[in-house]
């Protein structure tokens, strides 16, 4: 199984060019950043050893622990990337729920719920004004219409329970592939 190891280093500049991580080969995958640190994946601990010590000694090469790692490679613009493609997934899967269940009539599920429970408890239409407009104007009974909301809710949560799992699971592939 592929192992991980992080490196913090310090780029330095010549005057013909900057001293800084280098791959040699393909033994060992180098995930590179735009702050001067990398992550090392191979199956062989001993190649990514290897790797370290051929660098240019003046970059100062420092292994740092995962949790270090971590916290500076949330701060780079490829961390960023993969927060974007989580937010771009999400928007995509909510795009359809938003289709179902637009945004101006969730803005009115809190009336709605809190009206259906309390229906549903005292069966009293005094409790369920916005409710019971609606359900006349679409010739449902009130009772039938409280139950429908509650589902409706059900439903609604469970969908954006899946999508933002969905996005957090391709969120942390992503980032497990670096090495955070």
Known sequence: TNMFKYVKFNPVETEFTTLTFKQKNNDVKVNFFNLPIVSLESDDEALIDELIKEQPSEIECELITKEEFSEIAKTTVQYKRILQVGNEKLAELTAEIDLKYPLSERETWHIQLEEARKYLETKDEQDAPFVSILALNEGRSI??????????????????????????????????????
């Open 143 to 180: 009772e039938e219409f409280c139950n429908a909301i509650i589902l409706n809710d059900k439903n609604y949560r469970t969908l954006v329970g899946n999508a933002l799992s969905e996005k957090r699971i391709l969120e942390n592939t992503l980032a497990s592939e670096i090495g955070i």
